[in-house]
């Protein structure tokens, strides 16, 4: 009997499989939420850039188009003005959030490749928002700690995207959390890791995945303890934890 109960218990907490996980159910539903809502609503410069990306060696490091029209839609819901970006590559979610905020708008952008933001860089100049860019090349970390150093740059983001280095995400919460208004979010980018979170230990992993699947699983469970956020945790491209901070 207590088996029994134990039993319905973590049933309870299973996800309802019916009518949910529709969203991951088949490539061929990605493909049509990509084909029917996403690409026919894809700004001219996302989709070029998108384009330019695909031909790129290390092109699996991009965001999607889904991913890119979800933080589009949510930068201009929280009217973001002041945002930064933690890992750039050739500058797809750059470019969302660049469209997003209004003329006056500011992102500070960080990475350690200078290179591969060039060759997305003129796209986004031909749209007109390159303005509101602020590139700094090299590690983030650095530079968030000259940012904390400051205390008029704390609680000044409006919105935060950390889409680089997994294993050092847990540190980068310390600092951003400070940095970050409160009300304002910050989104950590690849929390479901390729799905890998849920794999099993003796389960094959490319090497890359084993190796920052054991960080990213520490900051799922730091972040759903933090009490200074609410957060909410989306299936969109590789997973994406949006934290709000609170106090
Ligand atoms: N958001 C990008 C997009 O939409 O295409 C994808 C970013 S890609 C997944 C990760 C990026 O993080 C790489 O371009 C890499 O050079 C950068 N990166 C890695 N370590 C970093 C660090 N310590 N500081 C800043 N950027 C870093
Ligand atoms: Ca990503």
Redesign the pocket.
């Known amino acids: 009997m207590a088996a029994n109960n134990q039993d319905q218990q973590s049933q309870a907490g299973r996800h309802q499989e019916v009518g949910h996980k529709s969203l991951l159910q088949s490539d061929a539903l990605y493909q049509y939420i990509l084909e029917t809502s996403v690409y026919p609503r894809e700004p001219e410069a996302m989709k070029e850039l998108r384009e330019l990306?695909a031909k790129h060696p290390?092109n699996?490091?991009?965001?999607s188009a889904d991913?890119?029209q979800f933080l589009n839609m949510l930068l201009k819901l929280i009217n973001a003005k002041n945002t930064m970006?933690?890992?750039?590559?050739?500058?797809?979610?750059?470019?969302?959030t660049a469209l997003a905020l209004p003329d006056n708008g500011k992102i500070l952008a960080?990475?350690?490749?200078r290179e591969?933001?060039e060759l997305?860089l003129p796209v986004i100049q031909k749209a007109g928002v390159a303005h509101k860019i602020d590139f700094k090349e090299?590690?983030?970390?650095p530079v968030l700690d000259k940012l904390v150093e400051d205390q008029k740059n704390h609680g000044s983001y409006d919105f935060i995207?950390v889409?680089?280095?997994k294993d050092?995400y847990i540190n980068y919460h310390e600092r951003l959390i400070k940095l970050v208004k409160v009300g304002g979010l910050i989104g950590y980018?690849?929390t479901l890791w390729n799905g890998s979170v849920v794999a099993p230990p003796d389960a094959s992993l490319r090497k890359y995945v084993r190796y920052y699947r054991d960080f990213v699983l520490e900051l799922n469970k730091a972040l759903a303890v933090d009490s200074r956020i609410e957060i909410c945790m989306l299936p969109v491209g590789d997973g994406i934890t949006l934290c709000r901070r609170i106090k």
Not at 60 to 63: D, P, R, S, V
Not at 110 to 113: E, H, L, Q, S, Y
Not at 138 to 141: I, L, N, R, S, V
């Open positions: 990306t290390w699996l490091m991009t965001t991913e890119g970006e933690i890992g750039v590559y050739t500058g797809y979610s750059l470019l969302a960080m990475d350690i490749n591969n933001y997305g090299g590690p983030a970390m995207f889409d680089a280095d050092n980018d690849n």
